[in-house]
């Protein structure tokens, strides 16, 4: 017996465990990749080149293509970001080679890339403007380097070049950074410097300042627009509005808040109605044998409880309602005119198959990769708690229900077990390098969901008790 109740509570705790799993560190993922967007976060939309082998640059832009586009855009707000043609880009220092990832850019891209400098600073507008010189490197080159991470002052080579190091940046040890890094040292200098000494170069990516245009395409089609303006063939590019992205990733942890809050709901409309019922009968019963005025009187205390009960299960309805609703947002591609039509879900299918058939090749700019990233983990942890969390929860309280426990004592071990569980979780995400962005009213709605099947299968126990 001590053997199946200390396995019907491990069942419970991990239940606990896996459902909060996607509140907790699912707001922490949204938060950390809104963060690692820069101080524009999601609100921008990003272009990229479809055609990564493209010698000849019909799918690249000059700086010329980006002034025309701020003005076609009515914004200064655009970064660029150039990549070398070359397979392998190299720094040097004295006779030693070091491997990495060139990056060519603007003075705007820490607007636009949440870089966390460790000492001195990014490429300004002048240096950009001048073509100086420098170079940012990361935290981990510079100690390869010079064995120091204060190399700010300092020189390496480029392109047989030297270059003047303005600023050290940290290497992001958070889960979302150690998924999208992909070995290699990062180096930053300005791209009018590398698309002069590097003919390979081009500058294939831009990220656009944009405001939140709600669920609408608004962004993607302004964009598209500006770029036929210049020349350009808007199919040639990847564009995403970064807006939408956000709105997808944020509602997975309220889709599942929305969940537990609606089975919250039904419960205590449940009890409402077994409310109702009692007093109807006792009313009835009562008043075949005495009047409606005495049945009243007499029973006024039984029957103000239950109206009680009723108005405070109404009034946490409400509460819960309040708690849970947000709009959802789905893609308008993923919408068919018509609700069964299997001929729009094979070619929604196909079209899938041929995007990925067609981007084989494309190499995805850093903060497509942060988002990717973001994303596979947050659909990890949305299967994880809502499939494998629920289903041990549900079993956890279906076999409470069998033990003898005072209901006095079960609420309170149930409660200890919840806040291990986010203690538990919310170490995780400091281990993994995330924020704390838990979403308060979602553990809330999370407890009542506990909290009320626990009284519905105490009431349960109660209520077999008095049949035996």
Same mark, same amino acid.
């Given at each position: 017996?001590?053997?199946?109740?200390?396995?019907?509570?491990?069942?419970?705790f991990?239940?606990?465990?896996?459902?909060?799993s996607?509140?907790?560190?699912?707001?922490?993922?949204?938060?950390?990749?809104?963060?690692?967007?820069?101080?524009?976060?999601?609100?921008k939309?990003?272009?990229?080149?479809?055609?990564?082998?493209?010698?000849?640059?019909?799918?690249?832009?000059?700086i010329?293509?980006?002034k025309?586009?701020?003005?076609?855009?009515?914004t200064?707000?655009?970064?660029?970001?150039?990549?070398?043609?070359?397979v392998d880009?190299s720094?040097?220092s004295?006779?030693?080679?070091?491997?990495?990832?060139?990056i060519?850019t603007?003075?705007?891209?820490?607007?636009f890339?949440?870089?966390?400098l460790?000492?001195?600073?990014?490429?300004?507008?002048?240096?950009?403007?001048e073509?100086?010189?420098v170079?940012?490197?990361?935290?981990?080159?510079?100690?390869?380097?010079?064995?120091t991470?204060?190399?700010?002052?300092?020189t390496?080579?480029i392109?047989? /070049? !030297?270059? #003047?190091? *303005? %600023?050290v940046?940290?290497?992001?040890?958070? &889960?979302?950074?150690?998924?999208?890094?992909?070995? $290699?040292s990062?180096?930053?200098i300005?791209?009018?410097?590398?698309?002069?000494?590097d003919?390979?170069?081009?500058?294939?990516?831009?990220?656009?300042?944009?405001?939140?245009?709600n669920?609408?395409?608004?962004?993607?089609?302004?964009v598209? /627009? !500006?770029i #036929?303006? *210049? %020349?350009k063939?808007?199919?040639?590019?990847k &564009?995403?509005?970064?807006n939408?992205?956000?709105? $997808?990733?944020?509602?997975?942890?309220?889709?599942?808040?929305?969940?537990?809050?609606?089975?919250?709901?039904?419960i205590?409309?449940s009890?409402?109605?077994?409310?109702?019922?009692?007093?109807?009968?006792?009313?009835?019963?009562?008043?075949?044998?005495?009047?409606?005025?005495n049945?009243?009187?007499?029973n006024?205390?039984?029957i103000?409880?239950?109206?009680?009960?009723?108005?405070l299960?109404?009034?946490?309805?409400?509460?819960?309602?309040?708690?849970?609703?947000?709009?959802?947002?789905?893609?308008?591609?993923?919408i068919?005119?018509?609700?069964?039509?299997i001929?729009?879900?094979?070619?929604?299918?196909?079209?899938?198959?041929?995007?990925?058939?067609?981007n084989?090749?494309?190499?995805?700019?850093?903060?497509?990769?942060?988002?990717?990233?973001?994303?596979?983990?947050?659909?990890?942890?949305?299967?994880i708690?809502?499939?494998?969390?629920s289903?041990?929860?549900?079993?956890?309280?279906?076999?409470l229900?069998?033990?003898n426990?005072?209901?006095?004592?079960?609420?309170?071990?149930?409660?200890?077990?919840?806040?291990?569980?986010?203690?538990i979780?919310?170490?995780?995400?400091?281990?993994?390098?995330?924020?704390y962005?838990t979403?308060?009213?979602?553990v809330l709605?999370?407890w009542?969901?506990?909290?009320?099947?626990?009284?519905?299968i105490?009431?349960r126990?109660?209520?077999?008790?008095?049949?035996?």
């Open positions: 017996m001590m053997k199946r109740r200390k396995a019907v509570w491990v069942l419970t991990s239940g606990i465990l896996l459902m909060l996607l509140i907790i560190l699912g707001g922490a993922l949204v938060e950390q990749c809104a963060r690692l967007n820069g101080a524009y976060s999601m609100q939309v990003l272009v990229s080149g479809k055609n990564q082998a493209d010698p000849q640059g019909k799918n690249s832009f000059s010329d293509d980006i025309r586009l701020k003005k076609e855009l009515s200064k707000d655009i970064s660029y970001t150039a990549r070398s043609g070359l880009t720094v040097s004295g006779s030693r080679a070091f491997p990495v990832r060139l060519g603007d003075y705007m891209y820490p607007m890339s949440g870089l966390a460790e000492e001195g600073s990014f490429i300004t507008q002048k240096q950009e403007e073509g100086v010189m170079a940012i490197i990361d935290e981990e080159l510079a100690w390869d380097i010079f064995r991470k204060n190399a700010t002052g300092k390496i080579d392109f047989g /070049a !030297a270059f #003047r190091i *303005i %600023g940046i940290e290497k992001d040890d958070s &889960i979302t950074g150690k998924l999208t890094d992909d070995g $290699l990062e180096v930053y300005p791209a009018s410097v590398m698309l002069e000494l003919t390979t170069a081009r500058i294939t990516d831009l990220q656009i300042k944009t405001a939140d245009a669920t609408l395409d608004q962004n993607t089609t302004e598209s /627009a !500006a #036929r303006q *210049i %020349g063939d808007p199919p040639s590019y &564009i995403s509005d970064y939408l992205k956000l709105a $997808l990733m944020e509602q997975k942890p309220l889709l599942l808040v929305f969940i537990l809050g609606i089975a919250s709901m039904l205590l409309l009890h409402v109605k077994n409310l109702s019922k009692e007093i109807y009968f006792l009313i009835r019963d009562r008043c075949k044998t005495d009047y409606f005025s049945v009243i009187k007499h006024l205390k039984g103000g409880r239950r109206i009680l009960e009723m108005a299960s109404l009034t946490g309805i409400v509460l819960i309602w309040i708690g849970i609703r947000f709009t959802i947002y789905i893609p308008p591609q993923n068919p005119d018509e609700l069964i039509n001929s729009y879900y094979s070619d929604l299918i196909k079209a899938a198959i041929q995007g990925g058939i067609q084989r090749g494309y190499v995805a700019p850093q903060a497509e990769l942060i988002a990717n990233a973001s994303d596979m983990l947050l659909n990890l942890l949305f299967c708690s809502f499939l494998l969390g289903l041990l929860l549900y079993a956890g309280l279906r076999e229900k069998e033990l426990m005072d209901s006095s004592r079960l609420t309170p071990v149930l409660g200890l077990l919840f806040i291990l569980s986010m203690g979780l919310t170490a995780a995400a400091f281990l993994s390098g995330l924020p962005a979403d308060v009213k979602g709605v999370a009542a969901f506990i909290f009320l099947n626990n009284s519905q105490t009431k126990k109660e209520s077999d008790v008095k049949n035996v």
